[in-house]
């Protein structure tokens, strides 16, 4: 009996100290992981110092200025993957990482407004007179603010399946809280971590998984979308890029609780003062922000274009109505931004 007793508690030991050694190792790899995802973002952006606070963007191309504002769970990297055709024909990107994501401190502006200002703070940086701004998703009010408080600067306003009204952000299964960036930044960074890996792993499962838990799509049109997508390098390549652009969610916390304090107790918008020249791009499919955020957008602001996009959900830029999208907003940035949106 008592050999017995001997051998369980060594058995239990071992078993302590493995499980002890399994864990340290998965925090190493986590930390080493986290790191180098860090540091490759940080090649890729720079930090600028404005009056509003410290900004992180990145830019590409050339020509007329685009200022892109990211929806949720995103930063700069998303930016320059939504519209990736902008650059090649003729324009200048300008994705900043808004505030409480990735570089760019939430003490830069919590409000729209703020944002709004710290916006044009970073094109006096840059030296950029005046911009077309585009808003998606989350980045839709601070757009919008945008071109209100800073209406010589606004060349046009792009709204991209933005949120234009106070909405609950659909939440169809129970990690929506630590979708949110409403959970510890340590379990954002494991679920991201592990996310990303099996995304690498099992691309289909992780674009079907993606329309599901976020609910972008009626169902009825889910497998249809995940099998376009997977029969097209392209497509697929530009999902892995927006897949990317949600991790390590842990650097992106502050800024997704601040997108949820925002949206769910956004107040009425003037659109009946938007003095700028205004698309709205939306598709009726959409079940991550309604086509009514759409149809009260362009209803009210004088004299806005609304391309209305049958049966398209809320990733624009994947499924068969992506070469549509940017021949819309390739078009209408063409003929309302000139020469004279060029640098100072």
């Given at each position: 009996m008592i050999r017995l007793r001997t051998l369980l508690v060594r058995a239990t030991l071992c078993l302590f100290a493995l499980t002890l050694l399994a864990a340290t190792a998965a925090a190493t790899g986590l930390q080493a992981w986290r790191e180098e995802r860090l540091a490759r973002l940080e090649a890729r952006s720079a930090v600028a110092a404005t009056e509003r606070g410290a900004v992180e963007y990145a830019a590409q191309g050339s020509g007329p200025a685009v200022l892109v504002l990211h929806g949720g769970f995103g930063g700069f990297d998303q930016g320059l993957a939504y519209l990736p055709g902008l650059p090649e024909a003729g324009f200048r990107i300008i994705a900043p990482s808004r505030p409480g994501y990735l570089r760019t401190p939430l003490s830069t502006g919590e409000t729209d407004a703020q944002q709004a200002d710290a916006m044009a703070a970073l094109l006096d940086g840059l030296g950029v007179r005046r911009a077309a701004v585009v808003g998606i998703s989350a980045g839709g009010p601070v757009a919008v603010q945008f071109a209100l408080r800073h209406p010589e600067r606004t060349s046009a306003l792009v709204l991209a399946c933005a949120i234009t009204r106070r909405t609950e952000p659909?939440?169809?299964?129970?990690?929506?809280?630590?979708?949110?960036?409403?959970?510890?930044?340590?379990l954002a960074d494991i679920g991201s971590w592990r996310s990303e890996r099996a995304t690498r792993a099992a691309p289909r499962r992780a674009v079907a998984y993606a329309y599901r838990m976020c609910d972008l799509a009626p169902q009825a049109q889910r497998a249809r979308l995940v099998d376009e997508v997977m029969a097209d390098p392209a497509q697929l390549e530009r999902f892995l890029r927006l897949a990317d652009s949600t991790v390590p969610l842990g650097a992106r916390l502050p800024g997704l609780r601040c997108d949820y304090a925002r949206i769910t107790s956004l107040g009425e918008l003037p659109f009946e003062r938007v003095a700028v020249p205004t698309l709205v791009v939306h598709g009726t499919a959409d079940k991550a922000v309604g086509i009514d955020h759409?149809?009260?957008?362009?209803?009210r602001i004088p004299g806005a274009t609304f391309c209305r996009l049958e049966g398209?959900?809320?990733?624009?830029?994947?499924?068969?109505?992506?070469?549509?999208?940017t021949r819309e907003v390739v078009a209408f940035l063409g003929a309302h931004t000139a020469a004279a949106d060029k640098p100072l």
């Open positions: 659909r939440m169809p299964d129970r990690n929506a809280a630590a979708r949110w960036g409403l959970g510890s930044r340590l759409a149809e009260q957008a362009a209803a398209a959900d809320h990733l624009l830029m994947l499924g068969p109505h992506r070469h549509a999208v």
